[in-house]
């Protein structure tokens, strides 16, 4: 059970949950100070329409991860520049993701226990869409590192040519979205039934 591991061994490395029956790959919280502890909210808050706008990957062959996010994926290229740098679009945007080759051309990826990107998540606008997208790795042979559900969101984990890490996502609305007694925020790990999910796809929709 490749899948149960690797959630295991990233909860449990957090130290903010525990896994407790393997069979039925259930999660329970801890008691941890980080988990209970009262959020206060920020005096001087960021502007709430501020985003994140993009990606920017540093790539070892440019047409590798070009072929992995654009032929899998189904980004578009809106601009390149030789086999330095791509610059990728998800309907017309100028760019979602970027990929440069400036200082990584034939490059590994960093190894395990360095700081860095954990993983980007690519955002999709309805479950359906996320369902196609996991049609789409699946076709292509991708390997998944996990699938949960998050109660606020939907996700699938995988990796790119490079070892980076990518969520694949849906945002349930914000009405959906689990809390606790006392109006916080309540996101869990629950296993996802991709089987479920990929259903979506056969579904007929109004």
Same mark, same amino acid.
């Given at each position: 059970?490749?899948?149960?591991? %690797?959630?295991?061994?990233?909860?449990?490395?957090?130290?903010?949950?525990?896994?407790?029956?393997?069979?039925k790959?259930?999660?329970?919280?801890?008691?941890?100070?980080?988990? %209970?502890?009262?959020?206060?909210?920020?005096?001087?808050?960021?502007?709430? !329409?501020?985003?994140? !706008?993009?990606?920017?990957?540093?790539?070892?062959?440019?047409?590798?991860?070009?072929?992995?996010?654009?032929?899998?994926?189904g980004?578009?290229?809106?601009?390149?520049?030789?086999?330095?740098?791509?610059?990728?679009?998800? @309907? @017309?945007?100028h760019?979602?993701?970027?990929?440069? %080759?400036?200082?990584?051309?034939?490059?590994?990826?960093p190894?395990?226990? =360095? =700081? @860095?990107?954990?993983?980007?998540?690519?955002?999709?606008? =309805?479950?359906?869409?996320?369902? $196609? #997208?996991?049609?789409?790795?699946? $076709?292509? #042979?991708?390997?998944? *590192?996990?699938?949960?559900?998050? !109660?606020?969101?939907?996700?699938i984990?995988?990796?790119?040519?490079?070892?980076? !890490?990518?969520?694949?996502?849906?945002?349930?609305?914000?009405?959906?979205?689990?809390?606790?007694?006392? #109006?916080?925020?309540?996101?869990d790990?629950?296993?996802?039934?991709?089987? @479920?999910?990929?259903? *979506?796809?056969? =579904? $007929?929709?109004?």
């Amino acid at each position: 059970m490749p899948v149960v591991r %690797t959630l295991r061994n990233v909860l449990e490395q957090a130290h903010c949950f525990q896994w407790t029956d393997p069979l039925k790959t259930r999660l329970t919280s801890c008691a941890h100070d980080d988990y %209970t502890q009262t959020i206060t909210p920020n005096q001087h808050p960021i502007a709430p !329409g501020t985003s994140i !706008g993009h990606v920017h990957l540093k790539v070892s062959d440019l047409n590798r991860a070009s072929e992995f996010y654009c032929g899998v994926l189904g980004f578009d290229v809106m601009q390149r520049y030789g086999d330095e740098a791509a610059f990728l679009s998800a @309907g @017309g945007y100028h760019h979602h993701i970027a990929l440069n %080759t400036w200082e990584s051309k034939g490059g590994s990826a960093p190894p395990p226990g =360095t =700081t @860095g990107l954990y993983h980007f998540a690519i955002r999709y606008p =309805t479950r359906r869409a996320l369902a $196609d #997208g996991l049609r789409r790795v699946l $076709d292509a #042979g991708v390997s998944l *590192e996990g699938a949960s559900d998050h !109660g606020v969101s939907e996700a699938i984990y995988l990796r790119d040519p490079d070892g980076n !890490g990518i969520e694949l996502a849906w945002d349930r609305p914000e009405t959906e979205w689990p809390l606790t007694d006392d #109006g916080r925020l309540l996101m869990d790990t629950r296993p996802l039934n991709t089987k @479920g999910l990929l259903r *979506e796809l056969t =579904t $007929d929709k109004v």
